[in-house]
């Protein structure tokens, strides 16, 4: 991963690593919930597939934590 490349994340552009994965981002972004819900690109992505998903230039990432409330 030595290039980089601009994504959408939480709708705020951000500048990663080249071929990271959604894995990667999560650990990069520091999103440790454990009931983090991940969309690609307005699509949902089960857990089991984060490590198979690889972010490309301009992709959207929504990283939404459900237990965030009072």
């Known amino acids: 991963m030595n ?6 994340v939480n709708g705020h552009k951000e500048i990663v690593p080249g071929n990271a994965t959604l ?8 999103e440790y919930d ?5 969309e690609h690109n307005g699509r949902f992505v089960y857990p089991q597939k984060y490590t198979d998903v690889t972010v490309r ?3 959207a990432i929504e990283f939404i934590n459900p237990n965030i409330g009072g």
């Open 3 to 8: 290039e980089t490349m601009e994504i959408i």
């Open 23 to 30: 894995s990667f981002l999560i650990q990069h972004f520091k």
């Open 34 to 38: 454990g009931d983090l819900i991940v």
């Open 57 to 59: 230039e301009g992709d």
